[in-house]
């Protein structure tokens, strides 16, 4: 049934073909008004029924730099297209991210940056998301992080952390912004998602959006999950300000392992969850962080989990247990105040910001300021980054990016986060060059860790303890570029030089893509279609049982994808079809991932 709707759907597209391609992406083109001669009123009429009005406001994000090639930072268009539909499915693209889930899109999902999954830090709208819920020991499960909800993310690399800054959808037209995705396909996936938005003449704001998302899969680790986006906000002048509530909740029925080798069954394995993660905030600003010149902001935030301890219950080894007596829900306030100055200097743009950030919970209240300094001209950059965080831990790093000539890229960082949880210093350099050949990017590089602590993932085995990651050294290869007219094709693989706990010794991602508007046929940008191929590879990952730090391990893999979408007007057909071999695979050990996966639906966009 759910084939037959969407070809029925796809259908209706196509049968409304010239209706849609008098839509666009953008507000529509209003065609003239034959009761009305005087083209200047005319002019002045669609100027006022479409107005942009000031940005609301939005927190600062660090200048991206680096010389390997790919992006890491994505729009909004970018991240609906990238087919991933959580934030761990996007980021274990980025070379040096290890993914470990359960399943599919309900089950828990954890990422480790160079083996820690304690140094992947978020933020949303500047607000710092850290994990509240005991049962996950400090370690974030990014299935509680609303993807759709965004429209940028940006990546700050360092040998030791992965910072995260991620901005939620904003709207700047009077125009009403309208759309609707619809979703279905394997494991019984049904996804809806609704967006509203709209701007006042006075600058007013209001905006609402939300997804449901339900799945029924045969190992479990299933359900419904909803979220929701609310904001109320006012911009004019060098004034803004917004209420904004963002809200994930899942509903996740218990979940099985099977081990190979042995043979080995455990059906209630993960245990069931009913929970919820929930950001609310205010926040006012004077300019904004990209204005040149001085600019302000002030943000009061409520951070909270919950966790339904009724219908929710705590992992021992690889068993369920019973669940509490009584539900659990961590709240955690947090408020900032952060500035800057942007201006030219030493012909180049200069960017001085600092955050005071204050955290109060369980009645404590505690400070960690940091200050960023970075600065840029047309062939180089460098930045300077230091915190103090809630803990006491200092952290520091310097990074810096050059292009001397057309064909070269360089770029290194180093840094050092002190004293760690479990003691001592851990410090961490990185270098990488790219040269360009006809139009593609070949690039290398490497980085060097010291040993340090890192913390387990309890929340998928509780017997997967923290441990100490060794010091190392990895190598990194990778190139993009053109490979016949609108095809192109990238590579990005990383390589230790040796496997260790939460971190393989090879991971490799490789993309084969087709992507083109036929300008010459459809000069009205109406129509673009895009066809990719991916491939994933990874090495054995070895996890703690207890006491031994390779008690476990997640045999290798090798998984072939393929992704297709077309876009006629602001309407767009989609469908990624995962691991088409119908690989036997895992990511964590004993948690197979689904076979034969597929994806398909449509978002439709409306500017009313």
């Not at 700050?156 to 979703?183: C, F, I, K, S, Y």
């Not at 904001?231 to 099977?258: E, H, K, M, P, T």
């Not at 046929?521 to 031994?548: C, E, M, W």
Request: aromatic share 10%; proline share 5%.
């Amino acid at each position: 049934m759910r084939v037959v709707a969407f070809v029925g759907a796809f259908a209706v597209v196509i049968a409304c073909g010239s209706n849609i391609a008098s839509a666009q992406a953008t507000p529509p083109r209003q065609t003239a008004d034959t009761t009305r001669s005087d083209s200047v009123s005319r002019r002045r009429e669609l100027t006022e029924a479409d107005t942009i009005k000031a940005p609301l406001p939005a927190p600062y994000v660090p200048a991206a730099m680096g010389a390997r090639p790919g992006s890491r930072h994505w729009t909004r268009a970018e991240l609906f297209a990238s087919g991933a539909l959580t934030v761990a499915e996007l980021l274990e693209r980025i070379p040096g991210v290890t993914r470990m889930a359960a399943g599919f899109i309900q089950a828990p999902s954890a990422l480790a940056w160079h083996g820690d999954a304690g140094a992947v830090r978020l933020y949303v709208d500047g607000v710092e998301r850290e994990e509240l819920l005991p049962r996950n020991a400090g370690v974030p499960d990014f299935q509680l992080i609303p993807l759709w909800s965004f429209e940028e993310v940006a990546i700050e690399e360092t040998p030791g952390e992965l910072r995260v800054h991620a901005r939620t959808w904003r709207v700047q037209r009077t125009t009403a912004e309208t759309r609707a995705d619809v979703l279905t396909g394997s494991e019984n996936l049904n996804l809806f998602r609704g967006f509203f938005g709209k701007r006042s003449a006075n600058g007013l704001a209001v905006q609402v959006a939300a997804q449901q998302a339900g799945t029924v899969s045969r190992p479990g680790m299933d359900g419904d999950a909803l979220g929701s986006l609310v904001r109320l906000g006012w911009a004019g002048g060098d004034w803004s300000v917004d209420v904004s509530s963002l809200r994930q909740g899942i509903n996740r029925s218990v979940g099985a392992r099977y081990f190979i080798p042995p043979a080995t069954l455990e059906p209630k394995a993960l245990p069931a969850f009913v929970g919820s993660s929930s950001l609310s905030y205010v926040r006012v600003g004077w300019r904004q962080p990209t204005s040149t010149g001085a600019w302000a902001q002030f943000v009061a935030s409520s951070v909270a989990a919950a966790l339904d301890a009724q219908n929710s219950a705590s992992t021992s080894g690889t068993t369920l247990t019973a669940a509490d007596s009584a539900d659990t829900t961590t709240s955690q306030g947090q408020y900032a105040v952060s500035g800057g100055l942007n201006r030219a200097l030493f012909r180049g743009k200069f960017r001085l910001s600092g955050t005071m950030r204050g955290r109060s919970q369980g009645g404590d209240f505690k400070l960690a300021p940091s200050v960023l300094a970075e600065w840029a001209d047309a062939r180089a950059q460098i930045s300077v980054r230091t915190e103090r965080r809630y803990t006491g831990t200092a952290t520091w790093d310097v990074r810096g990016a050059a292009s001397p000539l057309t064909w070269l890229r360089l770029s290194a960082s180093a840094g050092a986060t002190e004293p760690m949880a479990g003691g001592g210093t851990r410090a961490g350099q990185s270098a990488d060059v790219a040269v360009r050949w006809r139009d593609r990017w070949i690039g290398g590089g490497m980085v060097k860790l010291a040993s340090a602590a890192v913390p387990g993932l309890v929340e998928l085995d509780s017997a997967a303890i923290g441990a100490t990651s060794p010091a190392g050294t990895a190598f990194k290869v990778s190139a993009t570029g053109p490979v016949w007219r609108s095809w192109n094709a990238s590579t990005e693989l990383t390589r230790w030089a040796a496997s260790s706990s939460y971190r393989p010794q090879i991971e490799a991602h490789s993309r084969l893509w087709f992507a083109s508007s036929f300008g010459d046929r459809f000069p009205k940008s109406n129509f673009h279609l895009s066809v990719g191929l991916i491939h994933d590879y990874r090495t054995q990952l070895y996890v703690p049982k207890g006491a031994d730090p390779i008690g476990q391990s997640a045999r290798a893999f090798s998984v072939l994808g393929t992704q297709f979408e077309m876009r006629i007007a602001s309407a767009v057909i989609s469908w990624d079809y995962r691991n088409m071999a119908g690989t036997s695979f895992e990511t964590f050990p004993g948690y197979l991932m689904p076979r034969i996966a597929s994806v398909y639906g449509i978002r439709w966009e409306f500017w009313n």
